[in-house]
């Protein structure tokens, strides 16, 4: 777990620490900034009036809390030339990086366990590349 973190502790995971917050990454700082991030990082692609975007935003620290260190949020409403350049029409988008560098779209049930059970995999294959 990374310094930002702070011990957050809910009613499924008492023993588990949950990240603070999702950080907010603006246009011109998206791929510099996690050029530079070290473990894993997910990236929620979302707009404010997703429900769907809201439900995975709660679930994911929850889900991932001992396996991705860093988790950010791209509004795409707000970040548009970030979403054309990565071709995102669907939302929510959640992309996987590792030690700066794209590895994966994560896709599967918004469960915690088929989470777990998709970044497992996904974290073990090798990177694919970036859209």
């Given at each position: 777990?990374s310094?930002?973190q702070e011990?957050?502790?809910?009613?499924?995971?008492p023993?588990?620490?949950i990240?603070a917050?999702?950080s907010?990454?603006?246009?011109?700082?998206?791929?510099?900034?996690?050029?530079a991030?070290?473990?894993?990082?997910?990236?929620?692609?979302?707009?404010p009036?997703?429900?769907?975007c809201?439900?995975w935003k709660q679930l994911l620290?929850?889900?991932?809390a001992?396996m991705?260190?860093t988790?950010?949020?791209?509004?795409?409403?707000e970040?548009t030339?970030?979403?054309?350049?990565?071709?995102?029409f669907?939302l929510?988008?959640?992309?996987?990086?590792?030690d700066?560098?794209?590895?994966?779209e994560?896709?599967?049930?918004?469960q915690?366990e088929?989470i777990?059970?998709?970044v497992l995999?996904?974290?073990a294959?090798?990177?694919?590349d970036?859209p």
């Amino acid at each position: 777990m990374s310094a930002s973190q702070e011990e957050n502790r809910d009613s499924t995971s008492p023993d588990r620490l949950i990240p603070a917050a999702f950080s907010r990454l603006a246009e011109g700082e998206f791929h510099a900034h996690l050029a530079a991030v070290s473990g894993v990082a997910v990236v929620l692609f979302s707009v404010p009036h997703c429900g769907a975007c809201r439900a995975w935003k709660q679930l994911l620290p929850q889900a991932l809390a001992d396996m991705a260190d860093t988790f950010y949020e791209v509004d795409v409403s707000e970040v548009t030339g970030v979403a054309r350049s990565f071709g995102i029409f669907h939302l929510p988008t959640l992309y996987l990086y590792r030690d700066g560098q794209f590895h994966a779209e994560l896709q599967c049930e918004a469960q915690r366990e088929a989470i777990r059970q998709a970044v497992l995999g996904l974290l073990a294959a090798p990177a694919q590349d970036e859209p």
